[in-house]
């Protein structure tokens, strides 16, 4: 069974940057697909980008392409989620999520079956 820790939240300015993290801690990190979600207040926890097990293709929303470089390092048991050009609509609480071992990337939360506790990311000037 997979913990996931996420860390790298922080309070940043319109145009600015921040690296999430997730470190996990089970030892399936590596067969499975990760993703990272996000929640703003009041909404529904959306899909942001995902990464296969290999970490050789990943997916994004429209919203966060261009902007966003979600990666991995197996050897780490980590996962990251490099935020660029953050604008004040991409503040919420983001989530690290694992799929079961062997399971594809996804965009679908109901096929995550691990999940972090959060991390606050706030964009305002």
């Known amino acids: 069974q997979e913990q996931l820790v996420e860390s790298g939240g922080d309070s940043v300015q319109p145009g600015g940057s921040l690296r999430l993290s997730c470190a996990a801690s089970?030892?399936?990190?590596?067969?499975?697909?990760m993703g990272w979600f996000r929640q703003a207040p009041g909404k529904d926890r959306d899909f942001v980008a995902g990464?296969?097990?290999?970490?050789?293709?990943?997916n994004y929303a429209d919203s966060v392409k261009g902007r966003f470089t979600i990666s991995r390092d197996n050897a780490k048991n980590t996962v990251y989620l490099q935020m660029n050009s953050l604008k004040p609509e991409d503040t919420a609480v983001y989530y690290c999520?694992?799929?079961?071992?062997?399971?594809?990337?996804?965009?679908?939360?109901?096929?995550?079956?691990?999940w972090g506790q959060g991390t606050q990311v706030t964009v305002s000037s």
């Open positions: 990464i296969t097990r290999s970490g050789s293709s990943t």
């Open positions: 089970g030892r399936t990190f590596s067969s499975a697909a």
């Open positions: 999520a694992a799929t079961r071992p062997g399971a594809a990337l996804t965009t679908s939360r109901g096929r995550y079956d691990y």
